[in-house]
């Protein structure tokens, strides 16, 4: 039993004597009662030997930290409140004054703002680097650099970096590695193994908010580790921080996840057939999706991604950009995306419900990458309705808005 699939589903849960369900209960406390003041001296909240306080661990939370590890081939886990509470819970437990961090400049746009933000006003540095160049990445880190952000694909324009040379240069220099893996959620790599020998990234974040949840309606994150020091040191500015999750969101979580895999898949199918699709259209000058041949990135996918797939596909998640032909203007690419009518504008992915959203690139990024085509970029994720009706839907709007 190694496949993650089959774990999250036949996992350890032992349930009340005598109701033996299978999906795990909700247990909600602040307060946890102790039978003795010996008990309540001994019990020590940065393990999980026992119960002290609700913001410490429940069963139900417990369960999900147990369950998050498993799936991402992780040993231990924190919850949090968001995806983006696990980039700051990463950067608040190992920067301090006078260190640096380095970030992908195509990263998740809000680590970028936390850097640029508190992390600059505590005298904590930063850089953004090329994630597509690993020479890059190589010369900026320093003395100083004491984490490394690592994110696959890039958010909103896709490029699929050098993950193994860039952990393996981090792991050589000695600076902690952190993933961002909302994307492949666990399904599409081993952020642990990446190369099948053991090379991965000291941390995994992830926004729970997107595969796990499932629905669009719950936010959580986690930060998943293999080392024991390293997760402690997450969990004390966890505790520190004050940072928890409700029962509820976590129950919610746990009843999406034995059904996470067929939700990828469904949504990564989806995403290629209409990438491929609006690869031939002429309003679009380019497409940005790691499995298509030609994208940024493509063959480090398929070296990291290639596998985790038993068809032999690769495994990618639902997403995927097009940059829309310089000759259309801004206002009718807005127009395009107001025109749709099952894309709904919103933030946010692996909901049921396909979502779109128009980026202001250049704001985004330091320079305009070598590999983009000028346009404006547009990014579509998908949900779960038939891939014929969010096809007939793009086309229905690029009619109305994006004249030939
Ligand atoms: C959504 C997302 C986050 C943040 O998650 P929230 O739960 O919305 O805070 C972080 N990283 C990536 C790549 C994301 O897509």
């Excluded at 320093?142 to 952000?149: C, I, Q």
């Excluded at 961002?180 to 908010?209: C, E, P, R, Y």
């Excluded at 998640?317 to 919103?346: N, T």
Aim: aromatic fraction near 8%.
């Amino acid at each position: 039993m190694t496949d993650p699939r089959t774990q999250l589903i036949h996992h350890p849960y032992q349930p009340p004597e005598g109701f033996a369900a299978p999906q795990p209960g909700v247990f909600k406390a602040s307060t946890v009662v102790f039978p003795h003041v010996a008990a309540m001296r001994s019990r020590d909240w940065k393990y999980k030997q026992g119960y002290t306080y609700g913001l410490h661990g429940t069963p139900t939370t417990f369960t999900l930290e147990e369950r998050i590890a498993t799936l991402e081939g992780g040993l231990q886990c924190v919850l949090v409140p968001s995806g983006l509470a696990a980039i700051a819970n990463v950067a608040l437990a190992l920067l301090k004054t006078g260190d640096e961090v380095l970030i992908p400049d195509n990263a998740y746009g809000p680590n970028k703002a936390l850097a640029e933000g508190e992390l600059a006003a505590f005298g904590i540095a930063h850089q953004f680097y090329d994630p597509m160049e690993v020479a890059d990445l190589a010369a900026r880190i320093g003395e100083r650099t004491k984490l490394v952000w690592l994110e696959a694909a890039g958010s909103v324009t896709m490029e699929f970096p050098d993950l193994i040379a860039q952990a393996r240069l981090c792991r050589e220099r000695g600076v902690t590695s952190a993933l961002d893996n909302t994307w492949g959620a666990g399904l599409a790599f081993n952020a642990f193994d990446l190369d099948g020998q053991g090379l991965g990234v000291d941390i995994s974040a992830h926004a729970l908010t997107k595969y796990p949840s499932g629905g669009g309606d719950v936010l959580m994150g986690s930060v998943t580790t293999r080392d024991e020091a390293l997760h402690l040191k997450i969990k004390l500015t966890h505790m520190r921080l004050g940072l928890g999750v409700g029962a509820n969101d976590a129950e919610a979580v746990l009843r999406a996840l034995p059904s996470i895999a067929l939700r990828y898949r469904a949504q990564d199918d989806a995403a290629r057939a209409l990438a491929r699709w609006c690869a031939q259209q002429p309003a679009f000058a380019q497409v940005l999706h790691p499995a298509l041949p030609g994208a940024p990135g493509h063959a480090h996918w398929q070296q990291v991604c290639g596998a985790a797939d038993a068809r032999g596909n690769g495994a990618a998640a639902g997403l995927f950009s097009v940059m829309i032909d310089e000759r259309y203007s801004a206002a009718q690419v807005d127009a395009f995306c107001d025109a749709l009518q099952l894309f709904k504008l919103g933030y946010s992915w692996g909901g049921p419900v396909s979502l779109v959203v128009p980026y202001d690139l250049a704001a985004m990024r330091q320079r305009w990458p070598a590999h983009l085509a000028r346009g404006t970029l547009v990014r579509f994720s998908m949900g779960l309705e038939a891939v014929a009706d969010l096809q007939a839907d793009i086309a229905q709007a690029m009619a109305k808005a994006l004249p030939a």
